[in-house]
């Protein structure tokens, strides 16, 4: 009687073993980063004092997975802070992913003037300081000024916590406004610097 395979070859099994071990790694990972969360590190200054430089975040997937088993379109909520694609994203440029917060949506209009944004929706057609719901003020005045701009339909108008100069490539200065498919989820928790850990 012939012997196993394995027991000819015992490197064969640890082999095997190890490539299923393996696979298996990357199958939960891809799960993980796709359904569940993702991490990402802050670079620069565009949502200080809130995020600073090597901040690590979590971003919590699940809503945006939940949305689209239920064929539905994921909209985050006013004053939260997304990392989304940048739609403006090019091998030339180094931020394929964007930490900012949400400031308007569309169909609304959004105005700045005298440092300070005014958003006109449906529910409050006199207008709105949007940044009243946020958990931080803003890092001094919003620079720029916009007259009575219509964000378009399934798309956000974003800006960073440091709007001092041309500090946040947001909405008001470049970006333009965001299309909701491109948001990867909410920001949830800053894991790094540990002395730092906090929730949003």
Do not use: W
């Not at 000819?8 to 990357?26: A, E, S, Y």
């Not at 005014?118 to 890092?139: H, L, M, Q, W, Y």
């Not at 333009?176 to 800053?190: A, E, K, Q």
């Amino acid at each position: 009687m012939k012997a196993s395979l394995y027991k000819r070859f015992p490197i064969l099994k640890d082999i095997l073993n190890l490539v299923i071990f393996i696979g298996l790694v990357i199958l939960g990972t891809t799960i993980i980063n796709n359904f569940i969360f993702r991490t990402y590190n802050v670079q620069g200054p565009s949502m200080e004092n809130t995020l600073h430089t090597s901040d690590r975040l979590i971003v919590n997937r699940i809503p945006v997975t939940i949305a689209r088993l239920q064929n539905k379109q994921y909209t985050p909520e006013r004053c939260q802070i997304i990392v989304f694609k940048n739609p403006r994203y090019s091998i030339m440029q180094k931020d394929e992913f964007i930490v900012k917060r949400v400031v308007a949506f569309g169909g609304e209009s959004i105005s700045l003037k005298n440092g300070i944004y005014t958003v006109v929706s449906e529910e409050k057609p006199n207008g709105f300081n949007p940044d009243d719901c946020a958990n931080t003020e803003p890092k001094n005045n919003t620079n720029g000024e916009i007259q009575n701009y219509i964000i378009p339909k399934d798309e956000l108008f974003v800006s960073g916590d440091n709007r001092v100069e041309n500090f946040s490539y947001d909405s008001r200065n470049g970006l333009g406004t965001i299309p909701i498919s491109d948001v990867i989820g909410p920001v949830t928790t800053r894991i790094f610097p540990f002395n730092q850990i906090r929730t949003f």
